[in-house]
């Protein structure tokens, strides 16, 4: 930075207060903030300020760069305040061919032709061909306050409503159309919200902005509030309301709502369309609001949905022609003529037959592209001998139309680091496909959605520089940039952005699935909480685990697509089987829904998927790797498992049922005042399923082996059985049988087991010395569930015989529930299912005798569906016969280990 030293002190520090006030004058002319000036000029905030402050000169060079962004933005605008800037730091004025590069050729809204971007008002000069669609439009405005302008992608649409009638009215082609009040906005502006766009473009008006705070009683800054008001409106006449608020407090005499590119309001809940579409049509009723609209022509069958609006596009509709071939050549000679350049006929003729004689989709904004390209490499040409940039030699040495697509589209070496995923990553969030026509087009992105990934940021950038073009950046009435394609028209001509669009069709439209299915199971819960009476399962809108994993899968293949989904997506698409843990985790969840969830955990996998419930070592080749990576990582087992410690080998504990274990620690039980102590042992989590069961079925050395049945009394008719789903816990089940399951799972711990007399496992002697596993005696089923306390937490008593604690009698099920359903209701040791489903056998009969051979009754503990709450708690005592075989009566298991174990 150069400092003036031929200065006197003092009169150096006047010289330093006018730059820097100079500088801050036509900053904030341009609207912009230091940061932002600093931004586009490629220098540091500190150094905007420093100049600003006095405390640093800039030098010519830095002038001329933050004159060209001021020149831009137009903070400056003219050469005489651009050299008043120059002198202040002492520097010479602008020569002519300064001027010609800041004012014609830098500054964007001075180029002659813009490329794929549209036309706005501040390119009027520029803009030509289209007077006969402005003063139509301009008289349907004047006849019936409404102008519908609609065409196909690349007609003009956009380019003549805001370089076209806009400008016109400002100049006052209508009378008195110099004093309307336009409030011009865009459906999308990235905010996910039609009312919050249209509130910043009432935020943009001066005029608005003081009518909504001295009138109405509104923080025009605060724009989310405005829309709420809005929103609420459910009668849909405020907004007529304020504009005719505005016309009768203000000079203006009418209110223009100019809505560009209308169809994107159709993206929006169905809901929210006729919400908005009621406020315009009730502001069109006004006598002093006029409606000028944007709309493709593919989208004109979707206004069909809503008959208000089909009522008012009805007085007045515009279908923009072709250009004739005069005015086509208008357009393309008309810049050059302003900027001093003419146009060789031929170049005319031969551009028009590249391009399907002008009537092809896009051939606007391509024209306008092909002469923006020869004007951008005017050097070039000069270097090559070509002195006339839109000559034939020059369009031909660029390599015509194509080529200079392919040019500027492929191999782009401001992406030469860049992969191709982090481009499909960009494109994703600007392009969308219609829901119904899956036809692609534009998406307004805010430019702060790539702020938190600098490799995308960096693409953004150089796809929209000035060399390149292929993005615009635009400052929304809001303040914050919105980034767009420069033209629908490059989602066709460019190959490989319209070869991803077409791969990606189908991966997209399923993210949409996601994200509709998501807002209907969000709909559903809201609902659900705030009316409890609700008969509506938000459940039923979840996806089951087969299509979340075929989601999945697909978003292997198409990982760009990842940065569409919210986090409230993410929170729909989980493992179905964590949704449903969460459901039995809430103590709400009613009884039938938790008999629905354990149906579906049987199904979810082969038999279910918690821990405790199947085989030890079953192969799970229908369960995806991902969801049990999932579940393993996610749930944590209370318990203890002996099968996977190492006491047995694989082959041996092959097909094995997996038990959790909970531990009882010793401790004293008293039950009809008998006192008995329960050494340290083990009780199984949960009752043995049928999965389990299945397995002593099917094992060649289990059920119908001899050794088990040696106890007198069993009979030969106990050698039948019943199965349900895998995780029902076993009923139809005796005494005798459970007993049989115990000596066999006990013969695979034994590896040393006698199978001709494994009944001396069961002696009252080797109760408390074996190791083996067993029924639970009546006192360690009660120290499982108590720990020697009067009541095992939640468990149902007098008090609580309503709370969703078990299934019971006045649960109203009527049948048993799969085991593990009601996990807030946890025993002492942490066992489930203790109270209520089934009752369970003890090894015990009902006078305390632990004698196999007992002909009385044997215990039973925990009560089972068919009881009232009263009976399933954990003192209360019954016994039925060891022969009986009831669809309510199961088993749990316990185990010991040596005393020096």
């Given at each position: ?22 500088l ?6 341009a ?12 220098f ?113 649409k ?44 009432l ?16 923080n ?60 315009i ?24 949905r809503?008959?208000?609006?089909i ?38 003729t ?87 026509s899956?036809?692609?087009v ?42 767009e ?101 809430d ?73 959790i ?52 009394g ?44 494994p ?7 080797d ?8 029924l ?28 969703p ?10 049948q048993?529930?799969a ?24 090894l ?58």
């Amino acid at each position: 930075m150069s400092q003036v030293n031929s200065h006197p002190d003092v009169q150096r520090d006047v010289v330093q207060r006018d730059v820097g006030s100079l500088l801050y004058q036509f900053r904030k002319r341009a609207d912009l903030t230091q940061q932002e000036l600093a931004y586009r000029a490629y220098f540091g905030r500190s150094t905007i300020s420093d100049y600003e402050n006095g405390q640093m000169i800039p030098n010519r060079d830095n002038l001329l760069r933050l004159i060209h962004v001021l020149c831009k933005a137009r903070g400056i605008r003219t050469r005489a305040e651009a050299d008043d800037l120059l002198t202040a730091a002492q520097c010479s004025p602008l020569n002519d061919e300064e001027l010609f590069e800041i004012f014609f050729v830098k500054c964007e809204s001075r180029r002659p032709y813009l490329g794929l971007p549209a036309y706005n008002k501040e390119n009027h000069d520029v803009f030509f061909g289209r007077n006969q669609e402005v003063s139509a439009l301009c008289r349907q405005l004047a006849e019936h306050h409404l102008a519908l302008l609609v065409g196909p992608s690349g007609s003009g649409k956009s380019s003549i409503l805001k370089a076209g009638l806009l400008h016109s009215l400002d100049m006052g082609v209508l009378p008195g159309s110099e004093q309307w009040e336009a409030i011009d906005f865009h459906p999308d502006t990235g905010t996910g919200d039609v009312f919050t766009a249209l509130c910043n473009g009432l935020k943009n008006s001066s005029c608005f902005c003081a009518i909504l705070n001295n009138h109405l009683e509104l923080n025009a800054d605060n724009v989310e509030q405005v829309a709420d008001v809005l929103r609420q409106d459910r009668k849909g006449q405020l907004l007529r309301k304020w504009c005719e608020t505005l016309v009768e407090h203000t000079p203006c005499t009418s209110v223009l709502l100019a809505i560009d590119q209308f169809e994107e309001v159709f993206r929006y809940d169905p809901g929210v369309c006729s919400q908005f579409f009621q406020q315009i049509t009730s502001a069109w009723q006004s006598p002093v609001v006029r409606i000028a609209l944007t709309l493709r022509a593919d989208f004109l069958m979707h206004c069909y949905r809503y008959g208000d609006l089909i009522d008012i596009l009805n007085h007045s509709t515009h279908l923009p022609h072709i250009p004739r071939p005069d005015l086509l050549v208008d357009m393309m000679t008309g810049p050059a003529r302003i900027f001093g350049y003419s146009v060789e006929d031929r170049l005319v003729t031969q551009l028009l037959s590249d391009l399907n004689g002008g009537l092809g989709r896009g051939t606007l904004p391509l024209i306008s592209f092909v002469f923006d390209t020869l004007w951008q490499h005017r050097v070039t040409l000069k270097k090559a001998n070509i002195d006339q940039p839109f000559s034939v030699e020059a369009y031909e040495y660029l390599g015509k139309i194509h080529k200079m697509l392919l040019r500027l589209t492929h191999n782009l070496p401001g992406l030469s680091s860049a992969n191709e995923l982090a481009l499909k990553r960009v494109f994703v969030r600007l392009v969308r496909l219609d829901g119904e026509s899956q036809v692609p087009v534009s998406r307004r992105v805010k430019l702060s959605e790539f702020a938190d990934h600098p490799e995308l940021l960096q693409i953004v950038q150089y796809l929209a520089s000035p060399k390149v073009r292929l993005l615009t950046v635009d400052a929304e009435s809001s303040g914050e940039p919105v980034v767009e394609l420069a033209h629908e028209v490059l989602i066709d001509v460019w190959a490989s952005l319209s070869n991803w669009v077409n791969a990606i069709r189908v991966p997209m439209q399923e993210v949409y699935d996601v994200k509709r299915a998501t807002i209907l199971w969000q709909n559903a819960r809201e609902k659900a909480a705030s009316t409890p009476a609700s008969q509506q399962d938000p459940a039923i809108y979840l996806w089951p685990q087969g299509r979340i994993d075929q989601f999945e899968d697909l978003l292997k293949d198409h990982a760009e697509l990842c940065d569409l989904l919210t986090e409230q997506d993410h929170h729909f698409l989980r493992p179905e089987y964590l949704r449903l843990m969460e459901e039995l985790n809430d103590p709400q969840t009613t009884h039938h829904r938790r008999f629905t969830v354990g149906k579906r955990l049987n199904v979810l996998g082969d038999c279910d998927l918690r821990p405790g419930i199947g085989l030890a070592c079953k192969s799970n080749s229908s369960i995806r790797q991902s969801q049990s990576r999932i579940i393993r990582r996610e749930i944590s087992s209370d318990g203890r498992r002996f099968w996977a410690g190492g006491l047995l080998d694989n082959k041996l504990t092959e097909n094995l049922p997996d038990i959790i274990w909970c531990e009882i620690p010793a401790c004293s039980i008293a039950i009809d005042d008998q006192q008995f102590y329960v050494p340290s042992c083990y009780i199984s989590k949960y009752p043995i399923t049928c999965e389990q069961w299945q397995s002593f079925v099917r094992a060649p050395d289990g059920y119908y082996h001899p050794a088990w049945w040696q106890i007198p009394g069993h009979g030969q008719a106990q050698r039948k059985g019943y199965f349900s789903d895998g995780n029902m816990p076993k009923t139809h089940v005796s005494w005798y049988q459970a007993l049989a399951f115990c000596l066999w799972l006990s013969s695979r711990l034994e590896k040393h087991l006698d199978l001709d007399n494994p009944l001396h496992l069961h002696r009252k002697s080797d109760i408390a010395s074996c190791k083996w596993i067993r029924l639970p005696t009546e006192w360690e089923w009660q120290a499982a569930m108590t720990y020697g306390e009067a009541f095992a937490p939640g468990e149902i008593s007098h008090d609580l015989p309503s709370l969703p604690h078990a299934n019971v009698e006045t649960s109203a099920i009527y049948q048993t529930t799969a085991v593990g359903m009601y996990p807030h209701a946890k025993a002492a040791c942490g066992a489930l299912d203790m109270i209520g489903n089934v009752w369970e056998w003890c090894l015990n009969d009902s006078s305390f005798d632990t004698a196999l051979t007992s002909k009385k009754r044997r215990s039973v503990r925990g009560g089972s569906y068919r009881v009232h709450p009263v009976n399933a708690r954990s003192a209360y005592r019954h016994a039925l016969p060891g022969t009986l075989q009831a669809d309510d009566v199961g088993f749990r298991l316990l185990y010991r280990f040596h005393s020096g174990e």
